[in-house]
C-alpha cells in the first residue's frame, strides 16, 4: 500500500508525531507506619489518590459527577470522569481515556516499614500537566488517609521531574519540608535514532481486547500490538493536543502498511492474573493480562519508531490509569541511538 505523491508521509520516513504534551514525575513518600502493597498496588493508588482529590476540590458534594455544572473545570472530573472537551463531539468516543498514567512498583508482594521509601510514578498528559498543585495537595491527604486494607500511613518528602521523557534526568520541583513548588514545562521526548531490532519488556500487565476477546500469548502479533498504539496515540493527541496544533491524528495507510512489515517474535511471554479490590463496587475483581518481553523488527520499524518509543510513557492497553500496559525498550542490535 502507497500513500498519494502529496501526503507529507512515506512509508520508510519516521512518522510525524502530532505535538503532546508530557510532564513524568516521581512522588518521593516515606512510611510513618507499616504499609503492606498489595501484589500489584496500581489499583490501590488510583483508588487513594481518586478518593483524596475528589474530597479535596469538589465543592458540591454531589454523589457523583454526572450533570455537574463544574465537570470542566474541575481537577478531579478532569483526571477521573474525563469529561470530552467543549468543543468536542463526545459521541465519537466509545470512553475517554484518562490524562494520566500510574508508574506503581512493578508485581511483587512487598511490605514497607516505618521509615522506609514509598515511591509513586506519574505521567500527565496535555493540559492537566497544569493541576500538579492540586495532586500534591491531594497525596499529602491522601498519606493521612493511608495506603491499602490496612491503612498504613506515609508522608509525601518531594517531587521530582524528568526533564524529558527519558532523559534519566530528573529535577526537584517540590519539597514538603519548604512547601514551595517550582514547576517547568518538560521538553518532549527525542527517540533518537532507530536500531535494527528492539526488545520490548512488558513490565505491567498488558490487556488488550480484539473482537471482544482479551489477545491471550499465542494470538498476540504486530497488528494487534500496534493498531492499539496508534489509535491510543491519535485518541490523546486528539483531546489533549497543543491548542496551538490541531490534531492531525496518524497517516492511517502508511501506519498500517508499516505494521504488515513488522515481525514479532515472542521471548517469554505468558498471561498472568491478578486481583483488584474495587471500592466502588465493593468486591474483588480478577483481572489478568501479559507480561514477558517480545522482539520487534521489519522494515516497517523505522516507520513506526517514534510510535513504539513515545508508548514508553503513554502505556498501552487496558487499565493505563492504573498503570497497566507499560513497557521498556531496549536496543538489542547496533543503532545510531
Not at 513548588?181 to 526488545?199: A, D, K, M, N, Y
Not at 513490565?203 to 482479551?214: A, D, E, M, S, Y
Request: glycine share 10%.
Amino acid at each position: 500500500m502507497t500513500t498519494p505523491s502529496t501526503s507529507p508521509e512515506t512509508i520508510g520516513a519516521p512518522l510525524r508525531l502530532p505535538p503532546l504534551r508530557l510532564e513524568r514525575l516521581r512522588f518521593h513518600c516515606e512510611a510513618q507506619t507499616p504499609i503492606r502493597l498489595p501484589s500489584y498496588s496500581g489499583s490501590a493508588w488510583r483508588g487513594l489518590l481518586g478518593h483524596s482529590l475528589r474530597a479535596s476540590v469538589c465543592v458540591t458534594r454531589a454523589p457523583h459527577c454526572d450533570g455537574c455544572l463544574l465537570i470542566q473545570q474541575c481537577a478531579y472530573s478532569t483526571f477521573f470522569e474525563s469529561p470530552a472537551p467543549p468543543d468536542a463531539n463526545s459521541k465519537r468516543y466509545s470512553a475517554l481515556p484518562h490524562p494520566f498514567v500510574l508508574e506503581p512498583p512493578p508485581p511483587g508482594q512487598r511490605s514497607v516499614s516505618p521509615g522506609d521509601p514509598l515511591d509513586l510514578g506519574l505521567t500527565l498528559i496535555g493540559p492537566a500537566g497544569d493541576l500538579l498543585p492540586y495532586l500534591i495537595h491531594a497525596l499529602r491527604r491522601a498519606g493521612e488517609r493511608g495506603l491499602g486494607r490496612e491503612q498504613g500511613r506515609f508522608q509525601l518528602v518531594e517531587v521530582a521531574q524528568e526533564t524529558a521523557p527519558g532523559s534519566g534526568d530528573w529535577q526537584r520541583v517540590y519539597a514538603s519540608a519548604s512547601g514551595v513548588l517550582q514547576t517547568f514545562r518538560s521538553r518532549p521526548p527525542s527517540p533518537g535514532g532507530c536500531p535494527e531490532s528492539v526488545q520490548l519488556q512488558l513490565i505491567t500487565p498488558l490487556r488488550l481486547k480484539q473482537r471482544g476477546h482479551f489477545v491471550r500469548a499465542e494470538q498476540l502479533d504486530a497488528r494487534a500490538l500496534l493498531a492499539p498504539l496508534g489509535a491510543r496515540v491519535t485518541l490523546l493527541t486528539d483531546l489533549y493536543g497543543t491548542p496551538a496544533n490541531p490534531p492531525r491524528g496518524l497517516p492511517r495507510n502508511v501506519l498500517h502498511a508499516a505494521i504488515d512489515q513488522m515481525r514479532l517474535e515472542p521471548a517469554d511471554l505468558r498471561w498472568v492474573d491478578w486481583t483488584r479490590y474495587s471500592s466502588r463496587q465493593r468486591t474483588e475483581m480478577q483481572l489478568g493480562g501479559l507480561l514477558g518481553t517480545l522482539q520487534l523488527s521489519g522494515p516497517g520499524l523505522g516507520t513506526l519508531w517514534p510510535l513504539i518509543h513515545l508508548g514508553q510513557w503513554l502505556h498501552l492497553g487496558k487499565g493505563t490509569s492504573f498503570g497497566l500496559g507499560r513497557y521498556r525498550l531496549v536496543a538489542n542490535a547496533p543503532s545510531t541511538l
